[in-house]
């Protein structure tokens, strides 16, 4: 199981974009990228998951490298609801780390 | 639509106790798991079922701690002789497909469990 690193927090102005980097250097040929995020006292959320291409959907956007070693998860038009823990997962078994705290400021 | 629901919201037990949490899945998702969250770090992988069967039970911290899924659908994490080191949010979350492969666990608002 890939581990994963990110920086424990991030500044984001609302209505911007929020580009959350991650590093998963020791990921295998199999593993996908998943990203969920928690917002204070609620349970996970999926957001989006990834092998190879880069992936959109109507939350966000996965940028994968070419060498699959890190990854960028963006929110296009972050809102103050977008405030909350996002964690970058490297694994088929869904193995969290400590995310990045991602605080949306107005 | 019914989301993935846990019962007790909040427990609050003694040392040495025994306590039963309750999750109640998505309707049709056959896979089910248990996470443990300790304040300020993320969940961590405490089981995992498919179907009636515990598919992956790698992440239970030792025997005090069981679940059971009898008929394939709700499941009971059960703590024997609970220890203050205990205390954290228990998530549940469910999931279409079989496997870890891609996929979309939805997750429970969690049981907060407080050892005293």
């Known amino acids: 199981d890939a581990k994963t690193t990110q920086p424990p927090s991030m500044d984001c102005a609302e209505g911007r974009a929020a580009n959350l980097p991650c590093n998963h250097s020791?990921?295998?040929?199999?593993?996908?990228v998943y990203w969920y995020r928690q917002i204070h006292s609620q349970g996970p959320q999926y957001i989006i998951h990834?092998?190879?291409n880069n992936e959109t959907n109507e939350m966000a956007s996965l940028i994968i490298t070419e060498d699959r070693k890190s990854s960028t998860l963006i929110l296009p038009h972050a809102t103050l609801r977008d405030t909350a823990v996002y964690y970058c997962?490297?694994?088929?078994?869904?193995?969290f780390g400590t995310g990045t705290r991602l605080q949306v400021f107005p | 639509g019914a989301g993935v629901s846990q019962t007790p919201s909040n427990k609050v037990t003694e040392k040495g106790k025994y306590v039963e949490l309750r999750c109640d899945p998505i309707?049709?998702?056959?896979?089910l798991y248990w996470y443990r969250q300790s304040l300020g770090q993320g969940p961590e992988f405490l089981i995992y079922?498919?179907?009636?069967?515990?598919?992956?039970d790698s992440g239970l911290p030792n025997d005090r701690f069981f679940a059971v899924r009898p008929e394939g659908s709700v499941s009971t994490l059960k703590i024997q002789r609970t220890e203050r080191g205990d205390s954290a949010v228990y998530l549940c979350?469910?999931?279409?497909?079989?496997?870890?492969?891609?996929?979309?666990?939805?997750f429970g608002p969690g049981t907060r469990l407080t050892v005293l």
């Open positions: 979350a469910s999931s279409r497909t079989s496997g870890h492969l891609y996929n979309e666990q939805f």
């Open positions: 020791t990921i295998s040929g199999n593993e996908y």
């Open positions: 990834g092998l190879k």
């Open positions: 997962i490297a694994s088929d078994k869904l193995i």
């Open positions: 309707s049709g998702h056959t896979a």
């Open positions: 079922f498919q179907g009636t069967g515990a598919a992956d």
